[in-house]
């Protein structure tokens, strides 16, 4: 069974940057698409970013221009690059990967942006 630990969460002040992490526990092939997701409190859990195994991305409106999804294939690992965070990206990030027949989720990092 296929795991994957997100890390790289905390509290920021708004303003900062966060790095998102999340490798897989084993090898995972014909992926679709790996992705970051979040869930506030007493909202949906959203898309932030994806990225298709051929390299397109994909942005929710409200973090274009300031978080950058990336992936290592040779380490099965997709990072979320976090900049001019606010208040509002307070929330549990999630990260995701599917294929043909599995749907594969982390179990969550929580990030903080607060003064």
């Known amino acids: 069974q296929v795991q994957l630990v997100e890390s790289g969460g905390g509290l920021v002040q708004p303003g900062g940057s966060l790095r998102l992490s999340c490798a897989a526990s084993?090898?995972?092939?014909?992926?679709?698409?790996r992705g970051w997701y979040r869930q506030a409190p007493g909202k949906q859990r959203e898309l932030v970013a994806a990225?298709?195994?051929?390299?397109?991305?994909n942005y929710a409106d409200s973090v274009k221009g300031r978080f950058t999804i990336s992936r290592d294939n040779a380490k099965s690992t997709v990072d979320l690059q976090m900049n001019s965070l606010k208040p509002e990206d307070t929330a549990v990030y999630y990260c995701?990967?599917?294929?043909?027949?599995?749907?594969?989720w982390g179990q969550g990092t929580q990030v903080t942006v607060s003064s």
């Open positions: 084993g090898s995972i092939f014909n992926i679709y698409a």
């Open positions: 995701n990967v599917i294929g043909p027949g599995y749907d594969f």
């Open positions: 990225i298709t195994s051929g390299g397109s991305t």
